[in-house]
């Protein structure tokens, strides 16, 4: 042959296969490609399950199982270690093996997964074998669910012959472990058997079939009488089971919705039909929202064990307590249904204490009564820490048992690595939920209103809005010795003490403390309120609230009162948030917007003038009650009329007050006892006092408004003429907010705190006033522009004049000023002039300083003025400042027209304070700074003194 033709048939033939390579690579890679992103695409969509589903899911499985057992490697070391489980082995003949197997369903149908119905169970005969012994028995595959039947391990039914019982028992369950949380079932129900359940007996065993080596099961004893004898329980006895027919097209959607959906397992002989009362008596009762509901559930219900039985299910976060789970029997020796703790399950911690998923659960737990019970009953067991650490032993003891039969189970779908992982994830969240449960219950809140009245007897509620429960454990009233107090609970919800509310406590007297003390009842359980949420399976709290009404012997008043609330469950003080409520603060609302004719009716000591105004002739009136004005109405007080208030009462107008009295027939305010207040609030008109006296009056708090004078002037504008204030006892003798004000030609004397307090008036003058012996500040201004002139100020026990909060433009102007702590004060970015003032004998006589870190310090400018016999003539902080011109004091520049030398006076014993003419120090005579009295005072002279200007 041509040697180069050969030679160019071996290229052409590389060249080919190079071809059919690369393509036969592009188009598995693009095979790879898309199997990649359709299986992605369905994981994402739907998850593991939903990929299974699918054909191409089906087909890749088997290999993805065989590739993920091959760390399998890593555990060779068990093949070498002893199995400790018991072995039993069954024979089956191959014909009904594969019976049995070509039997079942397909996993999948018309794209749902298929479930082992009654058709697709069918027993065969078969030989069972243990401890030397040989049985006769029926075998089927068990579980509704694929996982148990639809791989090569599947789960069990084996059947005994009556004649041949093993171990007492009719049948056994072998169930493939991963079904059961490998040993979280185990480790269920040995905590049901700590809360005092009936959990069926359960164990772990291995199974040989015809020569294979299944590996291990969860082996659990059968649902019928032998469980009872094995409990020491009285058989012959109606036993339930929910029956589900998986050939339905939808899920139930409510374990207790028919009656239908239950089968009898066992019947009581007295009987000879399938007797289903007791279930029948529970479903009649879903519905029953009567208020005897508590007490008629647990007559056909064994309450203790149906919530210790929902607590097994509540540690584990597990809502495995509906359909098939569901196993009842009828106590004999009670006639009540037990419920029986099988696959109780677990899922991961939810944010949720309740998982219901039933109607009938659902119905139970509306009652605060039951789930206070089951709460005590989960308390019990998660406060104890100890209990998760006997429960995580066990589970640890359990594992340990079990796992070398696990690794040498070569059967298993999952690889032992996925069982070793998978039992350390189910470890940790059985403590996830514990402690999730635990701080649940740890946790709760409540809130107290307590109200307080000087006329009617004091109560509070508390207020519960979130599970768990609270209780009201102490109170503590701090009052005299000699009264006794007792504390009722509103049981009827009404809102009013009456007979049928029941005694929560009495109190005793701590000596050492002087507080009484009362114990409350602690079964007074208060709960929130709740209703079922959207998702049917638990519940939505609200705020649900509860009175305690007070009483005392005689005419105790609760002065100050001091309420702790616990954790109904942990006993553990929550917290709380206490509001204290006044129900005098607005009891007279109503009163503001009455009729005049109303208005008269009430008080028939006025007398109607029109649609809008009243009045008092002259005559003596005896005011015991408060009285209120309403909204725009008049009040003229005509001369001579003396008002007599009882203590603590009020006059108060929501209009102008004209009383305009006479020097011979003046009107009068007094009271024996220190009364209330003088107040006018937002009246329209401006009030007018002339020749009136207020004497022991005090303060009031009316309607949400706090009026802290004797005469309270706010948002209305006033006159006060030839009027005098004494003996107040409260703030101030005068207190004017927001308005305009005149106060001239009156007398203040021997008020307690303040005489004249200003707050925020936009244009104000105290003219021409004497004040004499104020406990505290003679004029205190906040916020305001006032003239102050003329007025004499002495023996104040704090300032004569205290000016504060941004006030601007004051003007103290021709004042004489004696003996007071402090003479004038500035602070807080006030701007204050004084002017040819006279401080004479004060503490300090000028003072200024930053009060209230929001604002800064005090300005003050000195014209003019007399300092004389002060211990201290000026000071100031470093923020502030005080300029001082044409006054007699050392310490200031000459420049500023300053001079040294004391003043003579007309005549200082008699307090006659203006400059004696003839004083030789020429000084004091005419050397005083005219343009400021021009520029503030628009005062134009040609010569002014240092001092009184007059």
Do not use: C
Not at 375 to 403: A, M, Q, R, T
Not at 412 to 423: G, I, L, M, R
Not at 882 to 896: C, G, P
């Amino acid at each position: 042959m041509d040697t180069s033709k050969l030679i160019r048939k071996i290229k052409r033939f590389i060249k080919i296969r190079r071809t059919i390579l690369l393509y036969s690579t592009i188009i598995l890679f693009l095979l790879f490609l898309f199997l990649a992103v359709y299986v992605g695409k369905v994981y994402l969509t739907d998850g593991k399950t939903g990929l299974i589903r699918t054909p191409i899911g089906r087909a890749i499985l088997a290999p993805y199982r065989s590739m993920r057992k091959m760390s399998d490697i890593m555990y060779l070391g068990y093949a070498f270690k002893k199995n400790n489980l018991p072995k039993y082995r069954l024979e089956i003949n191959p014909n009904d093996f594969k019976f049995l197997n070509d039997n079942l369903p397909e996993p999948y149908q018309d794209d749902r997964q298929s479930r082992l119905t009654d058709e697709y169970r069918k027993p065969v005969p078969a030989k069972f074998y243990f401890d030397g012994r040989e049985y006769k028995v029926k075998v089927n595959y068990r579980g509704y669910v694929g996982n148990h039947w639809s791989n090569a391990k599947k789960s069990w039914d084996i059947k005994f012959d009556d004649e041949n019982l093993f171990n007492g028992l009719t049948s056994i369950k072998l169930i493939i472990p991963e079904d059961r949380g490998i040993v979280a079932e185990y480790m269920n129900q040995y905590r049901a058997n700590k809360l005092g359940l009936y959990p069926l007996f359960s164990s772990y065993t291995t199974l040989v079939v015809n020569g294979r080596n299944n590996g291990v099961y969860f082996q659990v004893e059968p649902w019928d009488e032998s469980y009872l004898a094995k409990h020491e329980l009285i058989d012959q006895t109606d036993m339930f089971a929910f029956y589900e027919d998986w050939n339905r097209s939808d899920r139930y959607s409510d374990s207790f919705e028919m009656l239908s959906y239950y089968d009898k397992k066992a019947d009581n002989p007295f009987y000879n039909y399938k007797n289903y009362a007791p279930l029948n008596y529970v479903f009649d009762l879903i519905n029953d929202y009567s208020t005897d509901f508590e007490e008629k559930i647990s007559n056909v219900v064994d309450m203790n064990q149906f919530l210790n039985w929902q607590a097994v299910h509540m540690l584990m976060s597990s809502p495995h307590n509906l359909y098939r789970n569901i196993r009842l029997f009828t106590d004999r020796e009670t006639g009540k249904l037990v419920f029986v703790p099988w696959d109780v399950g677990f899922t991961e911690p939810s944010t949720s204490l309740e998982i219901n998923s039933s109607s009938l659960y659902n119905r139970i737990f509306m009652s605060d009564k039951f789930s206070y019970q089951r709460n005590k009953i989960l308390w019990n067991y998660v406060g104890n820490e100890d209990n998760l650490k006997d429960d995580l032993k066990y589970y640890d003891d359990s594992f340990n048992n079990i796992k070398v039969a696990l690794a040498q189970d070569h059967l298993k779908v999952y690889s032992t690595k996925w069982f070793f992982n998978e039992n350390k994830k189910i470890r940790q969240d059985i403590e996830d939920n514990f402690y999730k449960v635990r701080n649940i219950l740890k946790n709760t809140r409540a809130s107290i209103s307590v109200y307080m009245s000087d006329d009617n007897p004091t109560y509070f509620d508390v207020t519960a809005d979130m599970l768990p429960e609270i209780v009201l454990d102490k109170v503590r009233i701090y009052s005299p010795e000699n009264v006794a107090y007792k504390i009722y609970f509103d049981s009827n919800h009404n809102n009013e003490f009456d007979i049928t509310d029941v005694l929560a406590g009495t109190s005793s007297y701590d000596l050492n403390k002087k507080y009484h003390l009362i114990l409350s009842d602690r079964n007074i359980i208060l709960s929130a309120a709740k209703k079922l949420a959207n998702d049917n399976i638990s519940f939505e709290y609200f705020p649900k609230t509860y009175r305690f009404f007070i009483q005392s012997s005689g005419s105790g008043k609760v002065e100050k009162i001091k309420i702790q609330v616990d954790n109904a469950i942990t006993d553990k003080k929550v917290d709380d948030r206490i509001q204290y409520i006044s129900l005098d603060a607005y009891k007279y609302l109503s009163q503001k917007n009455i009729s005049i004719d109303e208005f008269v009716a009430k008080f028939p000591i006025f007398r109607k003038i029109d649609n809008n105004t009243v009045e008092l002739y002259r005559g003596s009136y005896n005011l015991n009650t408060d009285v209120i004005i309403p909204v725009g109405k008049k009040l003229i007080i005509n001369p001579g009329v003396t008002i007599n208030l009882s203590k603590g009462v009020s006059l108060i107008t929501y209009g102008p007050i004209l009383a305009s009295g006479t020097v011979d027939s003046p009107i009068v305010f007094s009271g024996y006892d220190a009364w209330g207040s003088v107040g006018i609030s937002e009246a329209q008109e401006k009030s007018v006092f002339d020749h009136v006296k207020f004497s022991n009056g005090q303060d009031a708090l009316v309607n949400g408004v706090y009026y802290s004078g004797m005469l309270s002037v706010y948002r209305s504008d006033v006159e006060i003429n030839n009027s005098e204030f004494s003996k107040a006892q409260a703030d101030d003798a005068i207190n004017v907010k927001h308005a305009k004000v005149l106060i001239h030609n009156s007398v203040f004397y021997n008020n307690s705190a303040d005489s004249i307090d200003l707050d925020f008036i936009s244009d104000g003058q105290i003219k021409n006033n004497v004040f004499l012996n104020t406990g505290n500040d003679s004029m205190d201004l906040s916020g305001s522009s006032v003239l102050i002139e003329g007025n004499k100020i002495k023996n104040s026990g704090d300032k004569g004049i205290s000016i504060g909060e941004k006030s601007n433009n004051v003007i103290i102007y021709n004042n004489e000023i004696i003996a007071n702590n402090i003479g004038i004060e500035s602070k807080d970015l006030s701007q204050v002039w004084t002017i040819n003032n006279v401080l004479i004998n004060n503490g300090t006589a000028v003072n200024a300083y930053q009060k209230k870190g929001i604002f800064g310090g005090g300005m003050l400018v000195v014209y003019n003025s007399i300092f004389y016999k002060n211990d201290l003539n000026i000071n100031f902080d470093e923020l502030s400042k005080i300029e001082v011109f044409n006054s007699n004091i050392a310490d200031y520049s000459v420049e500023n027209g300053n001079f040294i030398g004391d003043p003579e006076f007309i005549n200082e014993r008699e307090e006659n304070f203006t400059n004696n003419p003839k004083n030789v120090n020429i000084s004091f005579i005419n050397s005083g700074n005219t343009d400021i009295l021009s520029d503030k005072l628009n005062i134009n002279v040609e010569q002014v003194p240092v001092g009184l200007n007059k």
